[in-house]
């Protein structure tokens, strides 16, 4: 009965890659966001998509780039990986204007 | 610029002892107030929230805290601390009514360590 889900939890993968991370969560939620935390843990909001549509766009590179198939999944792919974007990734959800409940990561580690 | 700061990057505290960890904010409009917690290795779990009414709230875990609008703090507080509570605590900010997109500034965190 997890609320928010993401896969993989760990990943590891080299320098160029492409990888994605997906994200499911059966809150009945209408907002969907992923949030990236780096190495001295600072969490900052990358995307928000709000049933399907995306209403947060923070700078972010263009290799990031979301998906969202339905309001219950946010998938996150990622282009050309580079060292910098070894991180952990979360994945939220709410309700508008209510609290974000948060999935358990994605640690990327890029070699 | 919408911000938060958390004073305290690290704090110790012996078990059983009372603890506040602290939140500044700098937000232009009534903000929407979180403190989370994160275990290692794990997610963020919500503690508590401020949305409007009475300025002391109650949280899980025995954790309340004050929001002190002409501070523009929100402090965590807790009477006794068990070893169970050490993590990473995180305080953040949202915005109110037409503004609120749902984006959350987080602070950078504290570290709370509990000594047996």
């Known amino acids: 009965d997890t609320a928010v889900s993401q896969t993989p939890k760990y990943l590891v993968t080299q320098m160029g890659n492409d990888k994605s991370i997906k994200c499911e969560q059966n809150l009945g939620h209408d907002t969907m966001y992923w949030y990236k935390q780096d190495s001295k843990k600072f969490l900052k909001i990358m995307f928000s998509?709000?049933?399907?549509?995306?209403?947060i766009n923070e700078t972010v590179p263009n290799r990031f780039s979301p998906k969202s198939p339905d309001k219950a999944h946010l998938n996150l792919h990622i282009n050309s990986l580079e060292l910098g974007d070894s991180a952990v990734y979360f994945c939220?959800?709410?309700?508008?204007?209510?609290?974000?409940?948060f999935g358990p990561g994605t640690r990327l580690t890029v070699t | 610029a919408q911000s938060v700061t958390q004073p305290d990057i690290h704090i110790t505290v012996s078990e059983g002892a009372s603890l506040e960890l602290r939140c500044n904010y700098s937000y232009g409009a009534t903000p929407y107030l979180f403190w989370y917690v994160q275990s290692p290795g794990q997610g963020l779990q919500l503690l508590l929230k401020y949305f409007s009414g009475d300025t002391l709230v109650q949280g899980i875990k025995g954790f309340e805290a004050e929001f002190k609008r002409s501070q523009s703090s929100f402090n965590l507080r807790k009477p006794s601390v068990h070893w169970s509570d050490a993590a990473e605590y995180f305080c953040a900010v949202g915005a109110q009514g037409s503004s609120n997109t749902g984006k959350l500034i987080f602070g950078q965190g504290t570290t709370l360590q509990v000594k047996p």
């Open positions: 939220a959800s709410s309700q508008v204007l209510t609290e974000q409940y």
């Open positions: 998509y709000n049933n399907k549509e995306l209403i």
